[in-house]
């Protein structure tokens, strides 16, 4: 259970409600998820994080679904439980398939196993890629 | 400097200089960066991690300058110097502008902040992300 | 369940009853966690992480609070679940308040976001860093 | 070298400028660390990550100091080389002693040791700490 | 729950039975776990990881229990929920004692320590550890 | 340079010089590297850290080479640059060969790669390892 509980919607005052209307608007949902109803209780933390999210995540240079999948690449590597079940969701609503499922992890899986080895061989770095 | 050293191409035995040489071949390039050099100590190591990323990071469901992304961000979250330098040069080889970079870090540090918000407020997973 | 199952007090030996006797009293608590029921099965291990977390989270230059505050700051980045729980525990009992809790974990998802971008970025430190 | 290179000040746009001057003055220095500097080719992110820690590391519920602890402890842990010297620095011109960084260090190896121990034993968590 | 669910035997098409019926064979049991068959969505990762799997685990300059213990040990520091409980399970079928287990976790703790500290406190290498 | 500076031999107090001393009896050396050095500001830590470590590093139920491979292994996969370093060297003085060395990294590069698939895909862990 979340360490200070979840407010929900009708519980929430009004500077909370104003971000989780923004929520429900950008993203095109009905209901917000536990992650923004946990961080509600502190509410500079809640406008903030998601202020961040909201500009971050905004096609680009890259388009939706590939900010989606490094999000949920990261979220994989570093193994949080959460972030791997709500972006999942997320790159999949933003068009990810499950081949690009498949695809995305191997790739994860490989660049954590090969990050070990040229750490754990001391590889020094060569000089090709220290020139800019 | 590597803890078994380097294994240039003119010192490598046949079975490593056929590894070397497809590593070439396939990435149209004329040279070996350090890596494989400190893995060539270990030939079967050697083979098998290169037979595996070659497979692995070939266009399929996700084009390779996605692919490289996604080891980069991997890479930049695992903080690892060496694999941040090689595979900054890698994604920009298969086409990552400097927008694209800066958008992808955006992404990897948002994700490693709001991966340790959910953890460490104990969100658990929303019923809608457990359903298949 | 813990791998090796947890020794309750009553099924404990005299060497685990005296550090379980240490902890109750040091801690001004009747019970015992898990974590030192499952460590119990390894009493040299049991004695001397206890030893080492009495003598380290005893106040001195810093206060008690802030101590638990930072062994939770610690557990919420690596994502250890128990660790999260029973510190958020310990640091509250200590005197941390929602608050400061909230603030604590604003602090830790900033620091895991700005650890990658400056690894991200490959960001040489500032000479004024390496000075003493 | 940091990725895209550093803007100096000098070569730095307005906007740029505008979050450097603000820096320095929220800090009362009159050097800008190469962070920023590496950050500056992305200005978005170079704003909203300034806008974001002048917010969280403004005293609160916590005071300075205990902020930039934390955010060493979070670094130190991390193993961020800059990150680790850039808040070490930080942390002493908010007060943190030699004995309070010696203190500091021995919770955050504590803390990371414990944090495996209750993984790998796999302790599940205690039902006084879950319920609120 | 797994994302792409888990592929019973009877259910595996062709490639994927063959793979099963090597990892049977191989490890002498009569059920596939879970890993397998959240992996056999993508019959190559499937393929390709068994593969590197059997060849890295078998029994050559170090004998299988170490091997299996090596995985345990980076899968405890990394606490990978699945992977501890797998790995557990293989290590002592390979002949880990409870013993063993033990003292294992506690090298792992400690490296987990020491790690903090010495990256925390900034220490360099020493010359004699950088000559080959 | 170490954030406290290193304290060497001629330059140490009684207790500093007491735990050097028995560093260097016990591993038969004539010299004391940086990690200690740096650590002799907080003789407490120094003290307390060393006895653990002369402890935990004892043959028992794991021989010295198999602790110091498992030390080696737990570094390589968190990417610490000084511990990789030292317990490279102080696991071939315990007697790891490079064939040795090799095997250990394919395991670590491959558990860190299965680390992430296993948690990538959500994967559940099975009944048979939950029970005891």
Known sequence: M???GLIEYDAANAEVRAV???IMATRKTDWINNFW?????DPA???RTW???????APGALD???KEMIYLAVSASNQCGYCIASHTAGARKAGMTDAMLAE????VGMANETNRLASGYQVEIDEKF???
């Open 130 to 132: 220290l020139a800019r």
């Open 45 to 47: 933390t809640l406008r």
């Open 51 to 57: 202020a961040s999210i909201k500009e971050i995540m």
């Open 2 to 4: 979340a360490t200070l």
């Open 37 to 41: 109803k946990a961080l509600a209780h």
């Open 20 to 22: 989780y209307n923004d």
């Open 64 to 66: 939706a679904v590939t």
């Open 104 to 107: 995305l992890m191997a790739v």
